[in-house]
């Protein structure tokens, strides 16, 4: 099983690290279900329903979980964890998460808080600056990963491959 979860705050850079791993190294983004309405069209690491849709799909069990978080519902559809997989997750949810797939790969991306901030502040998502927030989920996310990034010191492309490297070498 080659299941890879990313893991940070907002504006840590998970997309682009995601994207360089999807283009690069092969890996199938596995896209969350949200009721958050979509940012922009470059918005694309979610699948955006409205709230009536997903609460049929959690009716229906079309989720291994699901969690309320920013006044938003998100739910994680069932995939098939043979294939090379990678998941965009929130702290929060990685315990539940781990239970289901102990063999994931766990990775952990941050920034400093003036970095995220000025980050998030660029892209108009002005909800998720809470630096206490922030920090707490940076401190929770580096206790359950195997390794922690900070995209302020390390490029996209650098932590895509030490992530593509140390799932390689771990097969």
């Known amino acids: 099983m080659s299941v890879v979860v990313i893991i940070g705050p907002s504006g840590a850079g ?6 360089i791993l999807q283009e690069k190294y092969g890996f199938r983004l596995q896209k969350t279900v949200t009721t958050r309405p979509q940012r922009d069209e470059y918005d694309t690491d979610h699948i955006f329903v ?7 799909m959690s009716a229906s069990k079309a989720f291994f979980g699901t969690m309320p978080t920013f006044e938003f519902n998100y739910g994680l559809p069932k ?5 090379r997989t990678l998941l965009l997750l929130r702290a929060p949810v990685v315990e539940e998460f781990k239970t289901r797939f102990p063999d994931a790969h766990i990775y952990e991306v941050d920034a ?7 980050r998030l502040i660029a892209r108009s998502t002005f909800d998720r600056i809470n630096p206490e927030v ?7 996310g580096r206790t359950l990963a195997k390794q922690s990034f900070n995209s302020s010191l390390h490029s996209a492309e650098q932590i895509a491959q030490a992530i593509a490297d140390d799932v390689a070498n771990s097969i």
């Open 14 to 19: 998970k997309s682009t690290i995601a994207r």
């Open 79 to 83: 995939f098939d964890p043979s294939e």
């Open 112 to 118: 400093p808080l003036e970095v995220l901030e000025q």
């Open 134 to 140: 922030l920090e707490k989920e940076i401190s929770w």
């Open 50 to 56: 409205n709230e009536e849709t997903f609460q049929t």
